[in-house]
C-alpha cells in the first residue's frame, strides 16, 4: 500500500521532493493558483506557516492552472509572484493536474483518503486543503472558500499528538 510518505512531487525546480523528508510532521497541501479569487489566501496560508512551522507544520503550495486557466505562468513566474505579492516562504512545487488522468499521485492519494462532499474525489477548485496528520493520514480536507484561520483549530490539534 502506497503512503503519501512514499511519493516524490517535482520541487519548483524540477528535481524530485520526497515527501518521506516530512515523516512525523504535519502537512497542508493546497493546490493554488495566481490569478484565482482565492489567491489572497496565499496571505493565511503564510501566517499559518510562520505561526506553527516551529511545531512540525509544513505547508506544500501545488500551482495548478485546471480551473479557468488561472495559474498560466512557468516556475519562476510563479516564485516571484508569490514572493513579491505574499511574501510566502513555504514551499512551493511545480506546477501539477489534480484531476483527470494526469493528477500528480500526491492529489490523486489525497482524494482517495478523504473524498470530498457526497464522496466525490474530484477537486472542484483552486485552494482545495487538505490537511495530514503525523502519521501521514488525511485528517481534513477543506473546500476552497475556507481560510486557513477557519481550521487552524484542526491543524492545533493534529500538531498536539504525539508523532508515531
Same mark, same amino acid.
Given at each position: ?9 517535482k520541487s519548483a525546480d524540477g528535481t524530485p521532493y520526497p515527501l518521506s523528508r516530512h515523516r512525523g510532521?504535519?502537512? +497542508? #497541501? &493546497? ?6 479569487? *482565492?489567491?489572497? $489566501?496565499?496571505? /493565511? ?5 510562520? @505561526?506553527?512551522?516551529?511545531?512540525? +507544520? #509544513? &505547508? ?6 485546471? *480551473?479557468?486557466? $488561472?495559474?498560466? /505562468? ?5 516564485? @516571484? ?6 511574501? &510566502? ?54 473546500p476552497p472558500q475556507t481560510k486557513p484561520t477557519d481550521f487552524e483549530a484542526d491543524v492545533a490539534r493534529a500538531l498536539a499528538e504525539p508523532a508515531p
Amino acid at each position: 500500500m502506497t503512503t503519501l510518505y512514499d511519493l516524490a512531487p517535482k520541487s519548483a525546480d524540477g528535481t524530485p521532493y520526497p515527501l518521506s523528508r516530512h515523516r512525523g510532521q504535519v502537512l +497542508l #497541501v &493546497v493546490n493554488t493558483a495566481s490569478k484565482c479569487g *482565492f489567491t489572497p $489566501q496565499y496571505e /493565511g496560508l503564510e501566517a499559518l506557516w510562520r @505561526r506553527h512551522r516551529s511545531e512540525g +507544520l #509544513v &505547508v506544500l503550495g501545488f500551482p495548478c492552472n485546471q *480551473f479557468g486557466g $488561472q495559474e498560466p /505562468g512557468d516556475a519562476d513566474e510563479i516564485a @516571484r509572484f508569490c514572493s513579491l505579492t505574499y511574501e &510566502v516562504s513555504f514551499p512551493v512545487m511545480a506546477k501539477v493536474a489534480v484531476n483527470g488522468p494526469e493528477a500528480d499521485p500526491v492529489f490523486s492519494h489525497l482524494k482517495s483518503e478523504k473524498p470530498g462532499l457526497l464522496g466525490t474525489t474530484g477537486i472542484k477548485w483552486n485552494f482545495t486543503k487538505f490537511l495530514v496528520g503525523r502519521d501521514g493520514r488525511v485528517i481534513g480536507r477543506y473546500p476552497p472558500q475556507t481560510k486557513p484561520t477557519d481550521f487552524e483549530a484542526d491543524v492545533a490539534r493534529a500538531l498536539a499528538e504525539p508523532a508515531p
